[in-house]
């Protein structure tokens, strides 16, 4: 005998394949470290541990407040800038360095693919 749904069965049902569609859209867009490991390279020319790096380093760099790190001379606007590391801030700034911190010192225009952002910036929370 086939059972009858009720309103409330079919929400969860409906609820239930939601979930389930938007876990798979997150993994078909999750980004790749691999890849974003691949395009850090030209960002390690600058950004290194070693002493007198032309950028900071960014080991630990997600989660951690911009301008921290008593090592490196950071310009002005940056020490200013009261940002967080968060993910979405760094998607920004990768993409659009002056458009976050205007008058930063870093020399670079930004990745303009989204997915490679999203590549590097999962690369980055890697760094410990």
């Known amino acids: 005998m086939r059972e009858r749904m009720t309103g409330t069965t079919i929400i969860q049902s409906i609820s239930a394949a939601a979930v389930l569609l938007a876990m798979n859209i997150a993994v078909a867009n999750a980004a790749d470290v691999e890849h974003g490991k691949e395009l850090f390279k ?12 032309l950028g900071p380093s960014l080991k630990g760099v997600v989660g951690r407040k911009a301008a921290a790190l ?3 001379r950071y310009s002005g606007p940056m020490q200013r800038a009261n940002l967080m590391w968060t993910p979405e ?13 205007k008058g930063n010192r870093m020399p670079y225009g930004g990745l303009t693919n989204p997915n490679d952002v999203d590549d590097v910036v999962a690369y980055l929370a890697t760094l410990k």
Do not use: M, R, T
Not at 42 to 53: I, N
Not at 89 to 101: E, F, R, S, T, W
């Open 42 to 53: 030209a960002c390690a020319a600058c950004h290194s541990d070693q002493p007198g790096a």
């Open 70 to 72: 008593d090592s490196f």
């Open 89 to 101: 801030n760094l998607h920004d700034y990768i993409a659009d360095p002056q458009g976050k911190v």
